[in-house]
């Protein structure tokens, strides 16, 4: 029988209480929510943010304004992700690499705090399909409290919602790696390209959720499937059509599907 909300929430307290604790924290809703808990239960609480080219500067900026929300301690360290050869070669074990590296690297930050426990936001919605990420995650230390809980990210967002956190509707974040097929090697150049086209459409657009799949010189958008007539502006268009152009993409194309995860893992 599913649980009711509250006793996975108790669950996630009673795993926490009493602990010191760093919190993997990317400032999207499922770090923030799971750093509001422990706020209330640990007997203390950092915030450690990983800053790589993969992680956009915007989403930096939301990471240090919701820290400040919950008030706690929010250290921001700088990785050098294009150091790191057998990621940037973009193998189909990315994900499980990256992860297992980031997770060694929470550990050593957190024993240098003298901090006993590292957690991190995966939710149980957050384990179907190819996920690499949480098997690293499992051959570590790390613990993920919402996921062990069985919470949900619906019932993340409702938490965040009852708690006003400012980031309880926000659209689903993933690094900037994801938008690259196997195989293709990652630099910066490339990443600074797909960070563009995404940034134009969510500025020219007003969409919220949106993927721009690096394909060569040809750029695929994917944005909400509720969103998609907002794409329906010729001028906007081609002003797109433009901005694409100057940024290195011969073609842009939009996917009538729309956004979902995992979409590099179709093929």
């Keep these: 029988m599913t649980r009711p909300l509250e006793a996975k929430l108790e669950l996630v307290k009673e795993s926490l209480r009493g602990k010191s604790i760093l919190i993997a924290f990317s400032g999207g809703v499922d770090s923030s929510t799971l750093a509001l808990i422990a706020r209330d239960v640990a007997t203390k609480a950092v915030l450690l943010t990983m800053n790589t080219v993969t992680y956009s500067e915007s989403e930096l900026e939301v990471a240090k304004r919701v820290a400040s929300e919950l008030g706690l ?122 960070a563009g086209v995404e940034n134009f459409a969510r500025l020219h657009f007003g969409v919220r959720n949106v993927r721009a ?15 998609r007539s907002k794409l329906f502006d010729e001028k906007k268009l081609d002003e797109f059509q433009k901005f694409a152009a100057g940024l290195g993409f011969t073609f842009v194309t939009f996917d009538v599907f729309g956004y979902r995860t995992g979409a590099m893992d179709e093929v």
């Design 213 to 227: 799949r690096f394909h060569g010189d040809l750029v695929r958008m994917e944005v909400g499937r509720d969103e």
């Design 73 to 194: 301690q929010h250290d921001v360290i700088w990785h050098d992700w294009l150091a790191e050869e057998e990621l940037i070669e973009n193998p189909r074990n990315r994900c499980y690499q990256c992860k297992k590296k980031l997770a060694e690297r929470w550990i050593q930050e957190a024993e240098k705090r003298g901090l006993d426990t590292v957690i991190e936001g995966t939710t149980a919605s957050d384990i179907d399909g190819y996920r690499p990420g949480e098997q690293a995650l499992r051959e570590t230390s790390v613990q993920s409290p919402l996921l062990a809980a069985g919470i949900t990210k619906d019932e993340v967002r409702e938490i965040a919602r009852e708690n006003s956190l400012s980031v309880s509707d926000s659209p689903s974040m993933a690094c900037l790696a994801t938008r690259f097929p196997y195989g293709t090697k990652i630099t910066n150049k490339k990443l600074e390209m797909v």
